[in-house]
């Protein structure tokens, strides 16, 4: 799939550069933005190591442990095939922690580890294949599951509103529904993928 | 005020973690260095798929097949009682998370931000995530090429919330 996207993009940039004489601009694009993203990685690193370390205390110290119990109901519902206290259940429950709390810099570590920890939970894990439990965590992270949506209120603030976080109904609601939208999709996916196995499997 | 609840949040984490783990007698500065250490081995881990979203992302934006994409979804957007003034707004949120403050900044000076308009940017940019930029650092980061359905299902959440953002607004505002 994403070399698909990255393909497509690349195609269609330089085509569509082509045809409206903006090959100086993609050029330009190509060769500066790969060095912006050498920068963003620096930054990135520099909140991966202090939400890696900061973590770090807290799974030795047992509050992970105590997180996912919390979320353990709703995590285990979606994630039923993980062991009760596996290190992918607690790495998933700190990240939707700190999601729900709007931690958007102390999200991604908790969740690329999430990712790392379902890896060694499949059969085979040198595989480059998704599972299905790696694409709901996706999915729970493509969502947003925010609760309070700060960044969009203070921008509200800033140009004027009266009352920057009356969003917020119609933001948990939206949320919550497209939410529901990719983890049923994703169901569906799984279960027309499976029934085209078995039909496979019974041809041959 | 609720606004300013995000200034607290991240300082009352750091405190908690702190706190408890001294109260479980850890060696919290050990173990801060070796979290620390691991969380740098990862961002070297994504650095290559960060470079080639990122990269093709800019190349999208600067090539103007960004700005033809969002003109071309324009008639499609009005069709579906979708405001046309937020389509480049719905089409650049999935793809580049600074792009579409940016776009929203513009919605907000431009509408003001107590709108119908500046409202359902506000509900979009606050009910969506940047999907691309997503999948790619968390299906690189356990270097994962085949990601299956995990875009189909992102981009049509994305696409139910865009719609959906509209609607609540009109139904709870």
């Not at chain 1, 930054?43 to 190591?49: A, D, E, N, R």
């Not at chain 2, 109260?23 to 620390?36: Q, S, T, V």
Request: hydrophobic share 55%; charged share 10%.
């Amino acid at each position: 799939m994403m070399k698909w996207v990255f393909g497509g993009m690349i195609i269609l940039s330089v085509v569509y550069a082509f045809a409206t004489g903006n090959a100086a601009e993609v050029s330009n694009a190509a060769l500066n933005e790969c060095q912006n993203a050498v920068q963003f990685l620096l930054v990135l690193l520099g909140s991966m190591c202090l939400w890696g370390g900061f973590l770090k205390i807290a799974e030795r110290s047992g509050l992970t442990a105590i997180i996912a119990k919390i979320l353990s109901p709703f995590t285990r519902l979606l994630f039923p095939s993980l062991k009760k206290d596996s290190k992918a259940l607690t790495a998933i429950s700190m990240n939707i922690t700190a999601n729900l709390l709007g931690l958007g810099n102390a999200a991604t570590p908790l969740g690329i580890s999430a990712m790392k920890a379902l890896k060694e939970e499949v059969p085979e894990p040198q595989s480059d294949t998704a599972s299905h439990s790696m694409i709901l965590f996706v999915l729970l992270n493509t969502a947003s599951i925010q609760l309070l949506p700060t960044t969009v209120a203070t921008l509200r603030l800033q140009n004027g509103s009266a009352v920057p976080m009356d969003i917020l109904p119609a933001v948990l609601l939206t949320s919550f529904l497209s939410l529901l939208v990719a983890l049923f999709s994703a169901l569906c996916c799984k279960q027309t993928l499976r029934a085209k196995q078995r039909f496979t499997i019974r041809e041959v | 005020m609720l606004a300013k609840f995000g200034v607290f949040v991240i300082p009352a984490v750091l405190l908690g973690i702190v706190v408890f783990g001294l109260a479980k007698r850890i060696n919290i500065y050990d173990a801060f260095l070796e979290g620390a250490k691991e969380g740098a081995i990862t961002t070297f881990q994504i650095m290559p798929a960060i470079i080639a979203i990122l990269t093709a992302i800019g190349m999208l934006k600067a090539s103007g097949a960004l700005a033809a994409l969002v003109q071309l979804f324009e008639p499609v957007c009005r069709l579906i009682g979708f405001p046309a003034e937020l389509t480049p707004l719905a089409i650049i949120r999935p793809i580049s998370g600074s792009g579409s403050l940016a776009v929203l900044e513009q919605v907000l000076g431009d509408y003001g931000p107590d709108s119908f308009i500046g409202r359902v940017a506000s509900v979009m940019q606050g009910s969506t995530e940047t999907t691309f930029y997503t999948i790619a650092v968390y299906f690189g980061a356990a270097q994962i090429t085949k990601t299956r359905y995990a875009l189909p299902c992102a981009l049509s959440a994305d696409f139910a919330g865009m719609i959906l953002s509209a609607a609540a607004v009109r139904l709870l505002m």
